[in-house]
């Protein structure tokens, strides 16, 4: 709704990664929404959509899943980069309202973007999430595309369970289209935990 009312100005990139398990859609952007001179506001938006199918599903077991994020913060520049951040998912399991503290430094070949929220809610999980990017010159068409993400949930009941992602890219940039190899790898449990992963190829494009 916030990107619909106001102007964001931002290339929304896609990235399908066909792995040897599942495949998976994932369109994620975030961006300065932009005043009334054009310039960056202190407001920055994220926004995330992300789809995986896996190939064994059935009627009953290995079901599609899916997330859309999205979080608002304010950015006073006195913070450098620190800003409170509100973030509402809606999982396949459920919505999950969240709040915390967030840094991003955004640079034209080099991003680091994070947050630690906690759900508001009874019993709540505390998330971090963390995302580098860094792409730098190969030569005048050429970059080089890299991006480690890590999602870590942390319950406050010992009862429930951790979960862990961590997502690697490694290829080039060409204009607007990036591709290359990638590893996604899941962990969960308490004590013990159930470990997947799902390698592959992807393909990614700047909209």
């Not at 998976?24 to 789809?51: C, H, P």
């Not at 915390?100 to 034209?108: L, S």
Request: with cysteine; net charge positive; hydrophobic share 40%.
């Amino acid at each position: 709704m916030i990107a619909i009312c106001t102007n964001v100005k931002a290339q929304i990139p896609v990235e399908i990664f066909g792995g040897h398990e599942k495949t998976t859609v994932d369109i994620m952007f975030f961006k300065y929404i932009k005043n009334k001179q054009g310039e960056n506001s202190r407001w920055l938006f994220f926004n995330r959509n992300r789809a995986s199918i896996d190939y064994r599903m059935t009627k009953t077991t290995f079901l599609p899943q899916f997330g859309f994020t999205e979080a608002i913060s304010y950015n006073h520049e006195i913070i450098n980069g620190f800003a409170p951040v509100l973030v509402g998912q809606v999982l396949s399991w459920g919505v999950y309202p969240k709040a915390g503290i967030q840094y991003a430094h955004i640079k034209k070949n080099a991003t680091i973007f994070t947050w630690l929220v906690c759900e508001i809610l009874k019993k709540p999980d505390l998330d971090y999430f963390l995302l580098f990017r860094y792409t730098p010159k190969l030569s005048e068409t050429i970059n080089l595309f890299t991006q480690v993400e890590s999602t870590n949930a942390f319950p406050t009941v010992n009862t429930e369970n951790y979960r862990f992602t961590q997502r690697l890219r490694l290829g080039l940039s060409i204009k607007s289209y990036q591709f290359g190899t990638g590893a996604e790898f899941n962990q969960t449990g308490n004590t013990t935990f159930a470990k997947t992963y799902n390698v592959g190829g992807f393909i990614r494009h700047e909209f």
